[in-house]
């Protein structure tokens, strides 16, 4: 599972690109972590896992999480992250990324109404259908009842 989710860190980034695609996907799962206004530690440890399993950057994790988090407090909109991820990841990479979000979401054990309204909007912009958007919710739902 999770070298299918490290592809997601295997993107080339082109030079010039002022958000890389590493730190736009850092930033949605921290967007849906900040989502309920309350930050869980199980939340934050589910990104920082998520993070360290899916990168090649070691103890870097707390420096992208940081920077991540800044980035989040102070963007406008989604739109600079998902523009970032939409230009050159593939469907598979998105399916992977949207099940990551809920992973992030689901963490705490309690799906908050702001965290899947995150997880529906970031889904929109990054061109996902609906179906797409559900069969992630629920493969993650099964996937942690399992874990249980």
Same mark, same amino acid.
Do not use: C
């Given at each position: 599972? &999770?070298?299918?989710? =490290?592809?997601? &860190?295997? %993107?080339? %980034?082109?030079?010039?690109?002022?958000?890389?695609?590493?730190?736009? %996907?850092? $930033?949605?799962?921290?967007? %849906?972590?900040? $989502?309920?206004?309350?930050?869980?530690?199980?939340?934050?440890?589910?990104?920082?896992?998520?993070?360290?399993?899916?990168?090649?950057?070691?103890?870097?994790?707390?420096?992208?999480?940081?920077?991540?988090?800044?980035?989040?407090?102070?963007?406008?909109?989604?739109?600079?992250?998902?523009?970032?991820?939409?230009?050159?990841?593939?469907?598979?990479?998105?399916?992977?990324?949207? =099940?990551? #979000?809920?992973?992030? $979401? #689901?963490?705490?054990?309690?799906?908050?109404?702001?965290?899947?309204?995150?997880?529906?909007?970031?889904?929109? #912009?990054? &061109?996902?259908?609906?179906?797409?958007?559900?069969? $992630?919710?629920?493969?993650?739902? =099964?996937?942690?009842?399992?874990?249980?």
């Amino acid at each position: 599972m &999770f070298k299918a989710l =490290k592809s997601l &860190f295997s %993107v080339p %980034v082109e030079q010039g690109t002022q958000i890389s695609y590493q730190k736009a %996907v850092a $930033a949605l799962m921290m967007e %849906v972590m900040l $989502a309920d206004h309350q930050v869980d530690e199980k939340e934050e440890q589910q990104v920082k896992r998520l993070l360290r399993e899916v990168s090649e950057l070691g103890d870097d994790i707390d420096t992208l999480f940081a920077e991540a988090r800044s980035g989040v407090e102070q963007a406008n909109d989604l739109y600079q992250f998902t523009k970032v991820i939409n230009e050159t990841a593939t469907l598979e990479q998105k399916m992977l990324l949207l =099940k990551g #979000l809920w992973r992030v $979401a #689901l963490a705490d054990g309690d799906l908050d109404a702001h965290e899947d309204h995150r997880i529906r909007r970031i889904s929109e #912009l990054l &061109f996902m259908p609906h179906s797409e958007f559900i069969q $992630a919710k629920l493969f993650v739902q =099964k996937e942690m009842r399992a874990e249980s």
